[in-house]
């Protein structure tokens, strides 16, 4: 008799306390190959009267009143419990449970965000948002899953370390991305087979479109200061990444004059050139430079999907006597002037910061001589003066109950007064 979808492995439990003994020639768990035929036998030492019959678990309607178990062929469904029971009479006296399970290819193997299978492949996600991927899959042994971004292998997973070798209805694997930016879109797709069958790969793919504002893609880039050399062209190369592209909205300029670039096409334009996926080339054009535009300029990014990015930049005169400026090929081929400088021209802040450092180092050492000098020159105190006079060249004067003074500074004075006399006269 043919079972339609049974094979299986199976988990042998014994219940009761019967005599008969229940053999089956077929260890739990037993695999079987779907598409195969085979069969399970199952055997009981008791008397002429008794019978054996099988059961499958979780279906009642399931009977099978023989001792072998056919499968012809084996396939997916037949996967799960079954269980050989020997009756003697109206007595059940023994029984043996065995789990099979069915080894089959991989198959439907599909993406899904939140429950939702994709359409037509493809989710928008605006960027700050976390996205799970979920990879489905039916097979067995459980399949071993690869992810791959853009061609390249991200993360793969054995199910069967997560799952163990037990028969499901179905495998999932989730590839979590959270706090989602611009560079984070790309195509996804899922890789999965198992080990039975080495020829059964699958993959399905789909493609995350993320919806990022502006940033700058060159850092360095955000604040530059350019030369400017009159008469001549300059030009201001920015790069960023942003999706959708962005535009100019304002250009500004903070200097002796007010300026609108956008409005001012003569003197100014701007063009944009795109090198890769979301990845976008602005230039800034100023031509027939004159004096009157040096200063500040400050430009305004945005593709309406939150913030907008602000670009600043400077033009600064370059010495008519100063070298040549370098010249550089513009993103179309298109030769330009080069937007880092000339030779010998001091154009960022680590320069500014070099001269200054040494002009204020000048200073502080012209301070240290002055006072050291102004100290050598200072005259002696007042109270020195007689200190190594020698008493041998005092001059005496003979007068009646004349009397000589000794000579003394102020300073002499004010130490006798502390010392309560009232006067420094000597007697001759």
């Known amino acids: 008799m043919k079972i339609s979808g049974y094979s299986g492995v199976l988990l042998v439990g014994v219940f009761g306390l019967g005599t008969a003994v229940i053999t089956l020639n077929r260890s739990s768990p037993w695999e079987g190959v779907a598409g195969v035929d085979a069969s399970i036998s199952c055997s009981a030492s008791c008397s002429s009267s008794c019978t054996v019959s099988w059961r499958k678990e979780g279906e009642h309607t399931f009977q099978w009143g023989n001792g072998t178990l056919l499968f012809q062929p084996v396939e997916i469904p037949d996967h799960g419990n079954y269980t050989c ?11 043996k449970t065995i789990e099979v399970l069915v080894n089959y ?11 939702k ?6 989710y928008t996600v605006t960027e700050g ?25 991200t993360n793969t997973e054995y199910l069967e370390n997560q799952y163990g070798r037990h028969q499901h209805d179905g495998f999932a694997s989730l590839y979590r991305v959270t706090d989602v ?4 879109g790309g195509t996804y797709f899922c890789q999965a087979n198992n080990t039975a069958f080495s020829q059964s790969t699958l993959d399905k793919t789909v493609k995350v479109e993320v919806k990022c504002d502006p940033v700058l893609y ?19 190369n920015f790069t960023v990444q942003a999706n959708p592209k962005p535009l100019v909205v304002a250009w500004r300029y903070f200097g002796k004059t007010e300026i609108n670039p956008l409005t001012n096409i003569s003197d100014y334009e701007h063009r944009w050139y795109s090198s890769s996926d979301n990845i976008y080339h602005l230039q800034l054009f100023h031509y027939d430079l004159t004096d009157n535009r040096t200063g500040l300029y400050s430009v305004v990014l945005s593709n309406g999907i939150r913030y907008s990015l602000n670009l600043t930049y400077t033009l600064s005169i370059e010495s008519e006597h100063g070298t040549t400026p370098h010249t550089s090929t513009d993103f179309n081929g298109t030769t330009q002037r080069n937007e880092t400088g000339v030779e010998g021209y001091c154009h960022d802040i680590k320069c500014t ?41 005092m001059v005496h004067v003979d007068v009646n109950e004349g009397r000589y003074i000794h000579p003394f500074d102020p300073y002499s004075l004010l130490r006798y007064l502390d010392r309560d006399m009232s006067y420094m006269e000597t007697a001759v």
């Not at 290819?105 to 429950?115: F, Q």
């Open 353 to 393: 910061y070099i001269i200054s450092g040494g002009l204020f180092l000048a200073v502080l050492i012209l301070v240290l001589i002055l006072a050291t000098a102004l100290k050598v020159v200072r005259p002696a105190p007042v109270e020195h003066i007689y200190d190594d006079v020698d008493e041998s060249l």
């Open 85 to 95: 029971i020997h009756s003697e009479g109206e007595t059940q006296s023994e029984n």
């Open 181 to 184: 930016r611009c560079k984070d």
């Open 117 to 122: 299978t994709f359409s037509n492949a493809s």
């Open 105 to 115: 290819p991989t198959t439907n193997v599909s993406i899904s965000l939140k429950n």
């Open 218 to 236: 060159d850092v360095p880039e955000k604040s530059k200061v350019y030369p400017l050399v009159k008469g001549e062209t300059t030009v201001v």
């Open 129 to 153: 948002n976390n996205i799970t991927l979920m990879c489905s899959v039916n097979g067995f042994p459980p399949p071993i899953i690869k992810w791959y971004k853009d061609g390249v292998n």
